[in-house]
């Protein structure tokens, strides 16, 4: 019967938003997704999301030339996000049927090439090389608009707001209106000014 409740305590909570337990043993090189340092990569990365959704739609908008800086900046970046792709292959995930964490390299690879590897990969690729070869400046409108593929990341903001709803130690109406509660004098505003900024 304690086996039972461990089970239950170990593999349902954390799917119900609970706090997980740190000591699951996984196999080999298989890194648990509640494991306190692969969460702080997870924020890393999101503070990279949010430069890339505002940088992005910057350049394509007003900047002619990228900037050597700029270009070495946006490397940086893909290459983090290349590391995560490659992290990803060896991060467990909380199969949904039966609540267990899936530590089997083969069904944790298929899981990931079938969903959203490719889309990763797109996002990743510095395209501006590419754009140089058929444009002197790098700026064409087909590499514009494959740079755009990096705004893709942004699903992972999608998924930390999902995750802060299901966590039960926080209020998700103060997450969700966060804008409106920083901002003086919100109330007051105009309707368009309160949409635009919820």
């Known amino acids: 019967m304690d086996n039972i409740s461990n089970i239950f305590h170990n593999d349902l909570l954390p799917s119900l938003g609970a706090r997980a337990n740190q000591s699951i043993k ?4 298989i890194i648990s ?17 949010v430069y890339s959704a505002w940088i992005y739609p910057f350049e394509l908008a007003f900047l002619r030339h990228l900037s050597w800086k700029l270009f070495l900046v946006e490397n940086i970046v893909n ?6 792709i490659v992290l990803t292959f060896f991060l467990a995930y909380l199969d949904h049927k039966s609540y267990l ?6 069904r944790i690879a298929a899981r990931y090439l079938s969903s959203w590897f490719i889309l990763d990969v797109c996002s990743t690729i510095p395209y501006q090389p590419f754009g140089l ?25 999608s998924a930390l707001f999902a995750r802060l709803e299901k966590d039960i130690r926080l209020n998700y ?5 966060w804008i409106g509660a920083a901002i003086p004098n919100y109330r007051s505003e105009s309707l368009w000014i309160r949409y635009v900024t919820a």
């Open 173 to 177: 109406y103060w997450i969700r209106t």
């Open 133 to 157: 070869l058929f444009n002197k400046h790098g700026n064409g409108l087909a590499y514009r608009t494959l740079n755009m593929l990096r705004l893709w990341r942004l699903r992972r903001l």
């Open 26 to 29: 996984l196999r080999k090189f």
């Open 33 to 49: 997704p509640y494991d306190s340092r692969y969460r702080i990569w997870e924020t890393f990365l999101l503070v990279l999301v």
């Open 79 to 84: 290459s983090f996000f290349a590391i995560d």
């Open 101 to 106: 964490l899936v530590d089997n390299p083969k």
